[in-house]
């Protein structure tokens, strides 16, 4: 595999049919830096959804394999240090207020979650990670993920089963399968595949300017498509429901000045309410 270290898109109306690429995105729940990719994976989805197909697997991030109270200090400055560095906010103290003790369950609940549907199960990765960011949410409590369930309005009593069957947790561990086929080893990591099932994959791990994604989705096609056009702000806002100054300045590019300004717009015709983050803001819509 070549290596380069470091749902239907409702937004455009395109659908998830025939497409001449296909992405697998390997994501930790507990992971910062998977967090932080959330605003490049949005506008790529965006302006380039119409050609990939996207397949998040779940991983295991190294620094959350042992979530003892002595690693607690260090898995706290590194969320603290990812943030401050990506501009996607999440609070470190969750780890000496309301630790999590176990990085599996959520992972778990996130399989059980996708047995429901696909993009059942992306909503629900994407709320676990506002929990734990945005909230400080222990996600290891059954009532929290049950919450959480229902916030994206899955069917309870199959999630619940679901939680405590074999097939959720026979799913997590294809997904592992999957990764060490791929011989992914850190997280975030993308692996960029084309048409032809002889071609490599293109492995691309960490952290990366959206313009590099860009690329490797014009090499692989052979092709400099024009992305689709932006929806309207409010359009995107009610699709996603809470996102971050970070997510709008990344997708729309402006200046986190600029996504203030306009979002006070927001706030005072009531469409949105501001949920202040520890490194910047989010924003959840009202209407």
Known sequence: MKELNADTNILNGCNQDKKPLEIYTFVDPLCPECWALEPVMKKLFIEYGSYFRLKYVLSCNLSTLNLSAKNHESIAQLWEKTASRTGMSCDGSLWFENPISSPYIASIAIKAAELQGRRAGNRFLR???????????????????????????????????????????????????????????????????????????????????????????????????????????????????????????????????????????????????????KYGAFWKYNM
Request: with cysteine; hydrophobic share 40%; glycine share 4%.
């Open 127 to 277: 709320k676990i990670q506002e929990l734990i960011f945005l909230k400080k949410q222990n996600v290891s409590n059954m009532d929290v993920l049950v919450e959480c369930a229902k916030s994206v309005n899955l069917d309870i009593e199959e999630f619940i089963n679901d939680i405590h069957s074999s097939s959720a947790a026979k799913a997590f561990q294809c997904d592992l399968k999957i990764a060490s086929e791929m011989e992914v080893t850190e997280i975030p990591s993308l692996v960029f595949f084309n048409e032809n099932i002889e071609d490599e994959g293109l492995k691309i791990t960490g952290l990366y300017p959206y313009e590099v994604y860009v690329q490797i989705i014009y090499e692989l096609l052979g092709d400099k498509p024009e992305p689709a056009p932006l929806p309207p702000l409010e359009r995107f806002l009610k699709h996603y429901g809470v996102v971050a100054s970070k997510e709008i300045a990344v997708v729309y590019n402006m200046s986190i000045a600029e996504v203030e300004k306009e979002l006070k717009k927001y706030i005072l015709q009531q469409k949105v309410l501001k949920i202040p983050g």
